[in-house]
């Protein structure tokens, strides 16, 4: 590990920039995960009254508006060379910080669809504008050896405190929570980059060292010619594959009692405990293997657990209907989770360079997390609707799965591309 | 070979893509409890599979399938096309029951009415009840003790044999796990759990117990394996410390000795001492896998340098305040 090194070499500003980026992601994640995934349904549908289809619609647009804002930012920051600003970054990431709490607090005034409507896009564009300068920064705090291990630490902690410590699903339980832990970001990130600290600079110039710069998966590419990495694509179908599937099948599962009841919800510490610890656990492989192995592997074993899980859910559905649900299914689930969103965090910067990493995770987190997570979102939604029954939802599910891993099994055998290339100009 | 398996993966996923069909590819029934009758036109199309409480087959009632009693009781007087298996539980064969295939009784109690017909052959015995009972029941100390010694002179003998005919694999595993222990122990965790999930699965199906009985031995084998190589490193590193001249395979047997005496007793101590096996099955199961049951050197990724990285400083731009 770079950490280490760092260490012995008493190298604070680095070290310092490990702390910064693990907060940030963390806490960002953490209020992804709880307050607009969870929060925005119970908004919409508790507080306000919406039917499930307006839900669903709303949703619907929340994913496009952010999708559109991300791309469009992305490729703004990428033009302007602003993916190379430190500084810049940070000055931005501070506005869209601001802008959530900002959303966070106004969240009681929110009853009625108009506002609820304005509300959705304001937070899309916070969303995104928060993917290309949050993820961005990567290549500026962690050097690339450590993506893996960092992206295990915040995935570890966003997962483990919405886990452990979220009882009841609601936009006031969320908000109550998260309001003063984003409050104190917003200050912090504040006086951090309007101020005038040596470390600043010293963080500022990280990315033009090799080991900060050139991600895992970028190769120098000799002909002088300007490429976008063909992986890049792959990597965002996969990608779009996982959180379609696991956002299609956890919608319905948590609207189900029986499931959500005795493991997420549960109301034993002790049960929401082993699920945090697991997503720890999970989340601590994934980064030792995303180090370690092709980046194929870890998306065969998530797809692979993503089909293992949601055929013993279809098989509970089918056979134990009624009876509480053992443990070992939102296990497997959350095994499947953590190790996909280590992937996501790590991937991203690992396919880029300083220059191009904001447009690569617009084009990666957008096209694949938002549109997906909310596509899917709507489409449960609209399937609970149509009556659709849980054991057909979840075969369905299953099936699509399956089929990711079938296509992932095949990829081994069948080359990604010659040469690994990602180079522009700038990076020469 | 290549072409042939990605033709036989891209129609899996064919296959798999019919799960969204209209229609079931497979139904069958399963009874865990409580009391369910079926009376005369009823007809349950696939298996029925009994874990717990009572099921009627009445006159006229037909099943297409096989029925499988795992438990609780079943009384028969319906038409079953396929065999009837009774593993554990009571069986009433009434005089109207007819069994299209064999009729296999190893169960609690067994009745058959003279008029009941069976058209396959008739296999009864007290035989699978004792083979499905606890594979570890209660063992006193004596019996504990003479199961390690065992199971510890297997592993050494099978250590001893495969560094004199197969060096090679196990150095390679022996190599991964000295140089990479926290990835194999991670490798070997996640394959652990993922695939005793699977292999439980597998066993409810009732139909792939088989299946999953080759999965079980071939996971523990995996594990003796990696076991075998750490027992291998250990016993030749101490040979060549104690400056011993004994042949690698004696080496490697004295290893696994010494390797299973230190995990079983750190294993009997409390707290997370008793982590300590399952740590080792683990590391030893990942690096098997990650060496490809050693038939190659395992490199992380991490090791793998960009090539035309080396010798660049400063990269590109940046600002400061």
Redesign the interface.
């Known amino acids: 590990m770079e950490l280490v090194r760092h260490v012995k070499a008493r190298r604070w500003p680095t070290l310092f920039g490990y702390i910064l980026f693990i907060g940030m992601m963390a806490t960002g994640y953490y209020y992804n995960l709880t307050f607009v995934q969870l929060g925005l349904v119970d908004l919409g549908r508790r507080a306000i009254g919406l039917s499930e289809a307006r839900v669903a619609g709303h949703l619907a647009l929340l994913a496009l508006v952010t999708c559109v804002i991300a791309l469009a930012f992305g490729w703004l920051m990428w033009r302007h ?1 602003w993916s ?5 970054k940070l000055r931005l990431a501070f506005a869209v910080v601001l802008l959530q709490t900002v959303l966070t607090a106004v969240v009681p005034v929110v009853r009625d669809e108009v506002s609820f409507v304005a509300w959705i896009v304001a937070a899309s564009a916070a969303l995104g504008l928060g993917v290309p300068v949050m993820f961005s920064l990567t290549v500026d705090l962690i050097p690339a ?1 450590d993506r893996g291990y960092v992206a295990a630490l915040v995935t570890s902690a966003a997962y483990f405190a919405a886990e452990v410590f979220s009882v009841e699903w609601t936009i006031d339980e969320f908000r109550a929570r998260i309001l003063w832990l984003v409050l104190a970001g917003t200050i912090g990130l504040g006086v951090f980059a309007f ?3 040596p470390l ?2 010293e963080l ?2 990280q ?4 080991g900060f ?2 991600g ?1 998966f ?3 590419d ?1 002909t002088g010619r300007e490429w976008i990495n063909r992986r890049l694509f792959v990597l965002v179908a996969l990608m779009f594959g996982i959180y379609f599937v696991d956002s299609l099948g956890f919608l319905r599962l948590i609207d189900t009692p029986v499931y959500v009841d005795t493991a997420w919800q549960s109301p034993q510490l002790a049960t929401r405990l082993f699920i945090g610890g697991t997503h720890v ?2 989340a ?2 994934a980064g ?2 995303y ?4 980046e194929r592997s870890l998306f065969f ?1 998530v797809f ?2 993503f089909g ?1 899980a949601h ?2 859910y279809t ?1 509970h559905t ?3 209907a009624g ?1 509480d649900a053992p443990l ?1 299914m939102p ?2 689930y959350a ?1 499947a989770v953590s190790l996909y969103t280590v992937v996501n965090f790590a991937l991203w910067a690992d396919v880029s ?3 191009t990493v904001s447009l690569n995770t617009a084009v990666g987190v957008a096209l694949s997390g938002w549109t997906a997570t909310f596509l899917s979102t709507a489409l449960a939604i609209q399937w609970r609707i149509d009556g659709m029954p849980i054991d057909r939802h979840l ?2 599910v ?2 699509l799965a ?2 990711f891993f ?2 992932v ?2 990829s081994f ?2 080359p990604i591309g010659g040469r690994e290339l990602l180079a522009h100009e ?2 020469r | 070979m290549k072409r042939v398996l990605v033709t036989g993966l891209m129609l899996l996923a064919t296959l798999t893509l019919s799960a969204c069909a209209g229609h079931n590819i497979y139904s069958g029934t399963v009874v865990l409890d409580g009391a369910h009758g079926f009376d005369e036109g009823d007809i349950i199309d696939g298996e029925l599979v009994v874990f717990g409480g009572k099921v009627m087959l009445a006159r006229g009632s037909r099943v297409t399938g096989s029925v499988y009693l795992l438990g609780g009781a079943l009384e028969v007087d319906g038409e079953v096309s396929g065999d009837v298996l009774c593993f554990d539980g009571d069986l009433t064969l009434g005089p109207d029951a007819t069994v299209g295939g064999n009729l296999t009784v190893g169960g609690d109690t067994f009745a058959r009415s003279p008029q009941a017909t069976i058209n396959g052959q008739v296999n009864a015995g007290a035989g699978m009840r004792e083979a499905l009972s606890p594979v570890w029941p209660e063992q006193r100390l004596g019996e504990r003790l003479r199961g390690f010694a065992l199971q510890t002179v297997v592993l050494a003998a099978l250590a001893f044999a495969a560094v004199k005919f197969r060096p090679k694999p196990v150095a390679r595993i022996g190599e991964a796990i000295a140089r990479h222990p926290v990835v194999s122990g991670a490798m070997g965790l996640l394959v652990g759990v993922v695939s005793l999930s699977l292999l439980v699965l597998m066993a409810f199906t009732v139909i792939l117990i088989p299946v999953a009985l080759l999965g079980i031995l071939a996971l523990f084998a995996s594990i003796a394996y990696g076991w075998i190589a750490i027992g291998a490193m250990v016993g030749q590193r101490v040979a060549r410390r104690l400056k011993w001249n004994i042949t690698p395979g004696a080496a490697a047997a004295f290893g696994v000795v010494l390797f299973m005496l230190v995990v079983n007793g750190v294993g009997l101590l409390p707290g997370l001492f008793s982590l300590i096996p399952l740590a080792a099955m683990a590391v030893g199961l990942g690096a098997v896998l990650l060496t490809r049951f050693g038939r190659r050197t395992f490199v992380p990724a991490s090791e793998i340098a960009p090539s035309g990285l080396e010798n660049l400083t400063g990269l590109g731009r940046s600002d400061h305040v």
């Open positions: 060379g190379e600003q430190f500084i810049r050896r101020g005038k600290f600043l600079n500022a110039a990315h033009t060292q090799p710069a050139f895992r970028v190769r120098r000799r656990v999970a601590w492989i030792v293997l180090a370690a192995l092709d074993w692979g657990i293992l055929l013993m098989f089918r056979l134990a009876d070992a296990m497997l095994i360079t300083p220059r075969q369905i299953d099936a399956i089929l079938l296509f099994l095949a055998f069948i700038g990076d």
